[in-house]
């Protein structure tokens, strides 16, 4: 938990709530807060344990990089594996993975370092979204519905690193599908109070209504149907959480794949657990049992 990248403060709080529930079970466990300048490979060496429930969100933790380690520690872990984690956590080759396997996603394109206002508007119109292609918690994200925006959106996605990306805006209602073991677990629809989903409505207001979905039957199944084909076309591990945008003509149109979705216990993923009949300590135990026990090395040595 913990963990170097702007989500720290939000993995702190997987992490306690993950490591409570594994106690409350009965598990044997230890809570490795990944500080600045400490060496992680040597804090998991040293607490000499047999698996990693990972709860770090975004760069280092949710990319592939503690993955990579672990699996060169020969130490299973939960969650996806390095290659999806780290094409789920950059939506330009996320975006090309789904369109490849003809999973709608919003129209989009690279803003080039030199892009002007005339020059996005020439590529889409107005409403449209500007964001950095490698960030995560709606940072750097802006909604622009007047051209006069895009100089100000444009100089906020690039203070992210990576590139910057420019989408067609979906008006419509926002839905997050939870997969769990590989196939759809539910839904919830998100009705931020503010203009959009972006940080404030996400950890910080209290108005924000997470309802189940309202959608019709039909389309609440082609949104899921999605969803579970962008988890898959990522060749994302066990659990995800997946943003989505259905349009007012129902079409459903994949934001991103989150492959370490919040896991405190008002986090969506876990929401969407409860209203199937799995308590928090349940799921957090579901996913601890999913991690990857093959040892990485065995083939290597035979
Ligand atoms: N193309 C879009 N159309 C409408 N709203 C969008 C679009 N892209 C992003 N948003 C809004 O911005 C939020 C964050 O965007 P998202 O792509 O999920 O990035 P992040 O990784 O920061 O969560 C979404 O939850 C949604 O409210
Ligand atoms: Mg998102």
């Given amino acids: 938990m913990g963990g170097l990248s702007a989500e720290r403060a939000v ?21 490795i807060d990944w500080v600045e300048g400490t060496s992680v490979a040597d804090l998991v060496h040293d607490a000499n344990i047999d698996v990693v429930w990972n709860a770090l969100h975004g760069t280092y ?11 060169c520690l020969g130490i299973p872990y939960t969650g996806s594996g390095i ?51 490698n960030e995560g918690s709606s940072v750097g994200v802006t909604i622009v519905t007047e051209p006069g925006q895009i100089p100000a959106a444009l100089e906020l996605a690039r203070r992210c690193h990576g590139p910057t990306l420019v989408e067609t805006f979906i008006a419509g209602t926002e839905i997050q599908t939870g997969i769990l073991d590989d196939v759809v677990l539910g839904s919830i629809d998100v009705r931020p109070a503010v203009e959009f989903y972006d940080y404030d409505a996400k950890y910080c207001r209290d108005d924000t209504q997470y309802l189940t979905p309202t959608l019709p039957a039909d389309l609440l199944a082609r949104a899921e149907t999605a969803a579970l084909d962008a988890h898959r076309s990522l060749m994302c591990g066990s659990y995800s959480r997946v943003d989505m945008r259905v349009s007012e003509s129902g079409e459903p149109y ?29 799921l ?6 999913s991690a990857n026990h093959e040892d990485p090395h065995a083939k290597a040595r035979d």
């Fill in 11 to 31: 993995s702190l709080d997987t992490g306690r709530g993950v490591y409570d529930a594994l106690v409350s079970r009965g598990h044997d466990c230890v809570a």
């Fill in 254 to 282: 994949v934001l991103e794949v989150n492959t370490l979705p919040g896991m405190t216990s008002h986090s969506l993923l876990p929401k969407i657990a409860a209203n199937k009949g799995i308590d928090y300590a349940s």
């Fill in 83 to 133: 290659l999806a984690s780290s094409l789920a956590m950059d939506k330009v080759a996320s975006k090309r993975i789904f369109e490849s396997h003809d999973i709608p996603t919003p129209g989009w394109f690279i803003a080039a370092a030199e892009a002007t206002a005339d020059s996005v508007l020439a590529n889409v119109a107005v409403p449209l979204v500007i964001k950095p292609a």
């Fill in 284 to 289: 957090c135990e579901r996913i601890l049992s």
């Fill in 61 to 71: 933790g949710e990319d592939g990089a503690v993955q990579g380690l672990l699996q």
